[in-house]
């Protein structure tokens, strides 16, 4: 196209002007014709259009061309988008899960607490001392340590 543009130009410059000498008739008068509306323009002026054109023409595919490059970046930030709505959705979940998991593992040692306590309290009521209140921490202690109570020496690390 602007191989085109620059024919166009030179041919601008280079086709011969019409003459304007007057058409003569037979035996008579000279004739003149019509002058017509004639674009005289300089000859650096169809270069100067010319250039201006190419350059217009280079601005557009600039344009063109960084419109494809937002255009492909749009679709990756639409990706990565939905990924991390992805990953947010998941970590959502587990931390539903673990939330529940937490409910759960608290609700269990509330319970163990109040048994135990309701254990100790029996256990008090039944020996009314304080010497039967350090026996049955004693007794609880090896019955809820790791070795099931096969250490006799659970006294001591208490």
């Known amino acids: 196209?602007?191989?085109?543009?620059?024919?166009?130009?030179?041919?601008?410059?280079?086709?011969?002007?019409?003459?304007?000498?007057?058409?003569?008739?037979?035996?008579?008068?000279?004739?003149?014709?019509?002058?017509?509306?004639?674009?005289?323009?300089?000859?650096?002026?169809?270069?100067?259009?010319?250039?201006?054109?190419?350059?217009?023409?280079?601005?557009?595919?600039?344009?063109?061309?960084?419109?494809?490059?937002?255009?492909?970046?749009?679709?990756?930030?639409?990706?990565?988008?939905?990924?991390?709505?992805?990953?947010?959705e998941q970590t959502a979940l587990i931390r539903d899960h673990y939330m529940r998991l937490a409910t759960e593992v608290l609700t269990t040692l509330r319970h163990i607490d109040y048994t135990i306590h309701e254990v100790v309290q029996k256990t008090l009521g039944a020996s009314g001392g304080s010497e039967g209140y350090d026996a049955t921490l004693i007794s609880l202690a090896r019955r809820l340590s790791p070795k099931g109570g096969a250490n006799g020496n659970v006294e001591n690390h208490l």
């Not at 130009?9 to 509306?37: C, D, I, M, W, Y």
């Not at 490059?69 to 749009?74: A, D, R, Y």
């Not at 679709?75 to 990565?80: D, E, F, G, N, S």
């Open 1 to 88: 196209m602007i191989e085109l543009l620059k024919s166009a130009a030179l041919n601008t410059n280079t086709q011969p002007k019409p003459s304007r000498e007057p058409v003569r008739e037979f035996g008579g008068e000279p004739v003149r014709e019509p002058a017509k509306e004639e674009v005289i323009r300089p000859p650096g002026e169809a270069t100067t259009l010319s250039g201006a054109i190419q350059r217009l023409i280079a601005e557009r595919d600039g344009h063109k061309s960084r419109a494809g490059t937002q255009e492909l970046e749009l679709t990756r930030l639409r990706a990565v988008n939905d990924e991390l709505r992805r990953q947010h």
